[in-house]
């Protein structure tokens, strides 16, 4: 082998191995796009090296990207990155990468076996922000990658589709410590969908018409808050999922058949707290889920406040506030050792004789007709009528008719103060709910109440919620 062999091979070498963090393509992620299929810039990404800023002038650039190198990637005048229809527009595969100011074209095709997405990363420490994504299956996936962050990204699904047919906006699967804040999503499956990842935060996101909002599946220890969920099957699904908090979230305007605004299967030690639940088919959804603590939530407007399923054991609900529902609890099955104590019920008229802020006499849950309601959507059509009445009369007449009891020991007798649940003012100003006519001015009527059990002395004077 002569000298100048060994440096031809050294050169080959450098180029095949750019950089150590670069992470192979393995089992089902996608690699560099073929020749034909590449974006122009794929040169001009090969060309980097390891911590450059590759800045890329506005323009429209079509074809698939491969990142290989931790580099920056900056476009300037909001550049178009236009995929090749064949795969994920970017694929990211080196730790470190960070993606800002694209707009990006999935253009309606791929692979949702395949995991199609506009930006597609496998790799540790990426960071994407003010990046607008569209028709594309999933805007972003994290495939195992640690400590990502998707920022300030707006993220538009395909229009037309059904759900089965799309992916979600941001897709998390097998990674840790996670950050996502700022984004909007609408018209994708799942707005966040997040699967065997813990430790992540989830924070101040809009995301509308969609399947589900937020959704969890087998991931403990995760955080979300100050985000809005609305127009969807459900504002936030969580299921099989541990020790989550969330707080200051508004989950509202979740109107369609058997529509909820948070649901919990199987979640154990969760634990709710200043939430916005509003105008809602049903407000909150428990099924196989113990010891979560529900706490200073305002549940408002919506057909039944609260379902629960006596395979739920163990939770509680203190110091929440339930505005306007038409049924506070639908119970299916014959037990339930939740525990009510210390909430404000608008419906509940007893007096509060003796001044201390808590009505003389327990809430009192479910009733008969109630229960009917629960096996019945048509019974709604009744609910403020004389056979509602006059059913009420029999089931205290005739014992036989009594259902399972539910009461809250000690009902608030006036609103609590509730200084950290979203404001009804807040809802109104977000664009979504500013559009939603009758169900806004229902849930501005909630919030009415609400202020005015915060400022009218007249009203009962504010308590405020242990």
Known sequence: MTAGTVLLLMGLLQGAVTDPDALP????????????????????????????????????????????????????????LRGSGTGSVVRVRAAGVIIEGFDIDGRGTGDLGRDTSGIHVAAARVTIRDCRIRQALFGVYLREADDATVEQTTITGIPGRDPGEKGSGIHVWNSLRFRLTGNTITGARDGFYIQSSSHGLVRGNHASDLRYGLHYMFSDDNVFEDNVFERGAAGAALMYSNRMVFRRNRFVNNRGFASVGLLLKACDDVVAEDNLIADNARGIFLEGSYRNHFRRNLVAMSDMALVIYDSSGANTFEGNAFVGNLTPLSLSGKRTDTVFDGNYWSDHGDPDLDGDGVSDRPYRLSNVFDHLRGNLTAADLFSRSLAATALGAAERAFPVLDPI?????????????????????????????????????????GGGLLAAGRLRPGFGGPRRAS
């Open 405 to 445: 009891p539910v009461v809250d020991a000690h009902p608030l007798a006036r609103l609590p103060v509730l200084d950290a649940v979203p404001t009804q003012a807040s809802v109104a100003a977000s664009r979504s709910v500013a559009s939603t006519g009758p169900p806004l001015l229902l849930l501005l009527l």
């Open 25 to 80: 393509p393995g089992p089902g992620v996608e690699g560099r796009p073929p020749a034909q299929h590449a974006s122009p810039l794929q040169a001009l990404v090969d060309r980097a090296h390891r911590g450059d800023r590759v800045v890329v002038p506005a323009g429209t650039y079509d074809g698939d990207l491969f990142i290989d190198v931790p580099i920056t990637l900056s476009g300037m005048g909001r550049p178009t």
